[in-house]
């Protein structure tokens, strides 16, 4: 099964950005189509943005224009870029991919 694990949460002012990465066991992860998903506290988990082995992006609408995701083939790892956060933007980031979940990266936004 493939192993993930998440890193670059932490605690950010609104308008700052943070970078976050997953890292992806498995020789084959260039054919992974890679999903990151968030769950704030006392809310269900949501889908927050998704890449398809081909390159193919798309995003939930609250973070479309301020989040970009992205993937590096070679080093086995898809990247989360998160511009302009919001507190409401507060949650723990998880990556999922072929059923598999990470234990997620927290990232608190507050001032």
């Known amino acids: 099964q493939v192993q993930l694990v998440e890193s670059g949460g932490g605690l950010v002012q609104p308008g700052g950005s943070l970078r976050l990465s997953c890292a992806a066991s498995g020789s084959i992860f260039s054919s992974y189509t890679m999903d990151w998903y968030r769950q704030a506290p006392g809310k269900r988990r949501e889908f927050v943005s998704r890449i398809t082995s081909g390159g193919s992006t798309n995003y939930a609408d609250s973070v479309k224009g301020r989040f970009t995701i992205s993937r590096d083939n070679a080093k086995n790892t898809v990247y989360l870029q998160m511009n302009s956060l919001k507190p409401e933007d507060t949650a723990v980031y998880y990556c999922?991919?072929?059923?598999?979940w990470g234990k997620g990266t927290l990232v608190t936004v507050s001032s």
């Open positions: 999922n991919t072929l059923g598999a």
